[in-house]
Nanobody
Framework: VQLQASGGGLVQAGGSLRLSCAASGRTFSSYNVGWFRQAPGKEREFVAAIAFSGGNTDYADSVKGRFTISRDNAKNTVYLQMNMLKPEDTAVYYC????????????????WGQGTLVTVSS
């Protein structure tokens, strides 16, 4: 599976962005997908995840109520809608796919896309 993240950019605090994770491969609908982020000088952290069917989702407490993860398996794409953005959301955002777990640990994911930079100005 190859993943391509896009949609990052510069936005003011309180604004919105939608990230996309486009995947290659016919079996994408079989995989759980997660979004992680890494800010400068910090460890990569879990943001959100969605099950292969789209039926189950999970969010980090820091983004719950502001971010929404969704997927369109017909388009092989997972989205991360980010609203009410804060300066502390500034990071490189990565999408990843997992064959088995719907997890919060980066080690549970088998394939990773390149990151897309989100910068939130105050």
């Amino acid at each position: 599976v190859q993943l391509q993240a896009s949609g990052g950019g510069l936005v003011q605090a309180g604004g919105s962005l939608r990230l996309s994770c486009a995947a290659s491969g016919r079996t994408f609908s079989s995989y759980n997908v997660g979004w992680f982020r890494q800010a400068p000088g910090k460890e990569r952290e879990f943001v959100a995840a969605i099950a292969f069917s789209g039926g189950n989702t999970d969010y980090a407490d820091s983004v719950k109520g502001r971010f929404t993860i969704s997927r369109d398996n017909a388009k092989n794409t997972v989205y991360l809608q980010m609203n009410m953005l804060k300066p502390e959301d500034t990071a490189v955002y990565y999408c990843a796919a997992a064959r088995i777990n719907l997890g919060r640990r980066w080690s549970e994911y088998d394939w990773w896309g390149q990151g897309t930079l989100v910068t939130v100005s105050s």
